[in-house]
Structures are given as C-alpha cells and as structure tokens.
C-alpha cells in the first residue's frame, strides 16, 4: 500500500521553527518529486517546496524563500521541510505529496498524505 505520512506539527511562537517530516511507504522516494503544501481555512492549496530526489533540486515560494529548507534522506525514504523564522501566516495544514514533475501547483501530484497541522501564534 503507498503511503506518506507527515508528522511534525505543532504550535511554535513567530520566529520559531518546525521540522516537518514526509515518510513514504510501499514505494521509494528516490525516484519521485516530493512537494510540500499548505492550506489555510478558506483558502486554496499552495505549493510551498518540492524537491526532486535523483539530484536533490528544489522550488520554493517566494513566500518561504530563504525561511525553509527542503531536503531529503533516501536512506530513511522520508523527506523533511525544516521551517524557520515562522510567521502567523504560516499558519496552516501542511502535506506532502509525491509526483513526477517538479512544480508547485498541486495537480502534478497523484499521492498525498493526510496532513499536519502548523499554528505560528503567541
């Protein structure tokens, strides 16, 4: 069964950081594009990074530019989004997902995981 799962959501104060993690079962990474996403209530999905895997190249927003860091490990077949100086309109329901092309619009993706809440918030 393909899977991903995230983890590493939580509630951090502005300027924090969070790591988030994208751990893939039943298939491997090191083939793949593996983009992470956000939503917000009441807003549209966004691309926020992605990476592809057989040369470690990588997108990112212009709102994230500078403040995150996509990377991944194939030994543990996970792929991490280490966020920092968060801000509260980071605030959001992350995912990652896996596809074939290297881009941030979210219909180049065929598999998703389930999410992980982000609240930047004092």
């Known amino acids: 069964q393909l899977q991903l799962v995230e983890s590493g959501g939580g509630l951090v104060q502005p300027g924090g950081s969070l790591r988030l993690s994208c751990a893939a079962s039943?298939?491997?990474?090191?083939?793949?594009?593996v983009g992470w996403f956000r939503q917000a209530p009441g807003k549209e999905r966004e691309g926020v990074s992605c990476?592809?895997?057989?040369?470690?190249?990588?997108n990112y927003a212009d709102s994230v530019k500078g403040r995150f860091t996509i990377s991944r490990d194939g030994a543990k077949n996970t792929v991490y989004l280490q966020m920092n100086n968060l801000k509260p309109e980071d605030t959001a329901e992350y995912y990652c997902a896996s596809g074939a092309r290297r881009s941030l619009v979210p219909d180049d993706y065929n598999y998703w995981g389930q999410g992980t809440q982000v609240t930047v918030s004092s």
């Open positions: 039943g298939f491997t990474l090191n083939y793949s594009i």
């Open positions: 990476i592809r895997s057989s040369d470690g190249a990588t």
